[in-house]
């Protein structure tokens, strides 16, 4: 299944825009970007995304807040991060799903599609 509508939370614009265009060429509608934990709750607030590809640490804060808030509102959400792995994340993330940086594109579309099966 393909999202539709996609929201980024990513610092990093440069790496937000290749993943906005990755997902352009999935076919992926709606795609909103997010720098920060203020504006990704911003976004949030005006849409209800499919999916949400997070970045762990970002400018004002971890997410790890934000994503307990998409779990209780059944918002699909993984983590992308450059951690490696999920062992350091707090024990209610231990089993997230995690797209490992840097990735190409076909690592970002297997993703994707792992995040809507579920």
Same mark, same amino acid.
């Given at each position: 299944?393909?999202?539709?509508r996609?929201l980024i939370?990513?610092? @990093?614009?440069l790496v937000?825009? %290749? +993943?906005e265009? $990755?997902?352009?060429?999935m076919?992926?509608?709606s795609i909103?970007?997010?720098? *920060?934990? =203020?504006? #990704?709750?911003?976004?949030l607030?005006? #849409?209800? &995304?499919?999916?949400v590809?997070?970045? +762990? $640490?970002l400018?004002d804060?971890?997410?790890y @807040?934000? #994503?307990?808030?998409?779990? @209780?509102?059944?918002i699909r =959400? !993984?983590? +992308?991060?450059?951690?490696? %792995? *999920?062992? !350091?994340f707090p024990?209610?993330?231990a %089993?997230?799903?995690?797209?490992d940086? &840097? =990735?190409? @594109?076909t690592?970002?579309?297997? =993703?994707? #599609?792992?995040?809507?099966?579920?």
């Amino acid at each position: 299944m393909l999202p539709q509508r996609v929201l980024i939370v990513e610092d @990093e614009y440069l790496v937000a825009m %290749d +993943v906005e265009t $990755s997902l352009q060429s999935m076919g992926v509608k709606s795609i909103d970007i997010a720098t *920060t934990l =203020f504006q #990704a709750k911003e976004s949030l607030s005006r #849409a209800t &995304p499919d999916c949400v590809l997070l970045d +762990v $640490s970002l400018s004002d804060g971890m997410s790890y @807040e934000l #994503a307990r808030h998409l779990k @209780e509102h059944s918002i699909r =959400f !993984g983590f +992308v991060s450059g951690y490696g %792995d *999920t062992s !350091g994340f707090p024990p209610d993330f231990a %089993d997230a799903h995690l797209l490992d940086k &840097p =990735f190409g @594109e076909t690592e970002l579309k297997a =993703f994707v #599609a792992r995040l809507m099966e579920n």
